[in-house]
């Protein structure tokens, strides 16, 4: 039940930097049902942005359709904005790396396509950085783990096994737009239709080519087709067997890391 600014408030108040940690936190006031408690000043905040923008009478009326989810919007960028303000007051803010990403887009404004559902902001920050750069490259949630288990590998000389149980390879860090990844995207708890494989999607045995703005066009390639699904149906094979067996990584494995 807490709006973004009062988890943040609740989080430095039980924020303990004397080790190091990793900490996820959950903001929900994007969410449905987009309750806010100062609704009306940033239902203003919307009307007066909404102005600003160059858009026709149409479609400025259809985004005002929305207006009570967008509002949440500015809210939660005013939220981390002040996030960071108090972060940068803290003696552990000079070496700590923010990751900021969703977990999908606003399903209660119109998609445009299969894939939009899943396009989401993935912002990486640290005072560290001497510079900014932007990728045009795909990654996943899967890639987020295993880059920073790499990081604290090379860094730090963390000791990790050969073997690892991660889907994902790793953040793509190429500026051009490509995608060398072979993942499942999931839709809902219960579905399971959607694969990524290269630059293209399959959805439900029908293909679909990505382009570098992440829009998609209905393609026919048998070939890429058949290789796609035979990547997807060896990972539900995968998926099937440790949902049976509850086993990623061999008992020795698990005991030598973890004692």
Not at 80 to 91: E, K, L, P
Not at 117 to 143: E, G, M, N, Q
């Amino acid at each position: 039940g807490y709006e973004d600014e009062e988890l943040y408030h609740f989080y430095f108040d039980h924020l303990n930097n004397k080790t190091p940690y990793l900490n996820i936190l959950l903001t929900l006031s994007t969410h449905e049902p987009f309750l806010l408690n100062q609704a009306t000043f940033y239902a203003n905040k919307f009307d007066k942005y909404l102005s600003t923008l160059a858009l026709d009478k149409s479609n400025k009326e259809k985004v005002s359709h929305y207006k009570k989810a967008l509002s949440t919007v500015l809210y939660a960028d005013e939220s981390i904005r002040n996030f960071f303000r108090i972060y940068q007051h803290r003696t552990d803010f000079e070496h700590t790396i923010f990751i900021i990403t969703g977990d999908h887009r606003m399903p209660e404004i119109p998609i445009e396509d299969k894939l939009d559902r899943y396009h989401v902001p993935l912002i990486i920050y640290s005072p560290l950085l001497k510079k900014r750069k932007a990728f045009r490259s795909i990654s996943t949630h899967f890639d987020i783990a295993p880059t920073l288990i790499k990081l604290l590998q090379k860094q730090y000389s963390i000791a990790m096994p050969d073997t690892a149980a991660w889907i994902g390879l790793g953040l793509d860090t190429t500026i051009m737009f490509r995608n060398i990844h072979h993942y499942p995207l999931k839709q809902t708890k219960s579905d399971l239709v959607d694969f990524i494989s290269n630059e293209y999607l399959e959805n439900q045995e029908r293909l679909f080519r990505i382009y570098p703005n992440l829009s998609i066009e209905a393609t026919r390639k048998d070939s890429i087709l058949a290789e796609t699904n035979i990547r997807f149906n060896q990972f539900k094979l995968k998926n099937n067997q440790f949902s049976k067996n509850l086993k990623l990584l061999p008992d020795y494995l698990y005991k030598k890391y973890t004692e």
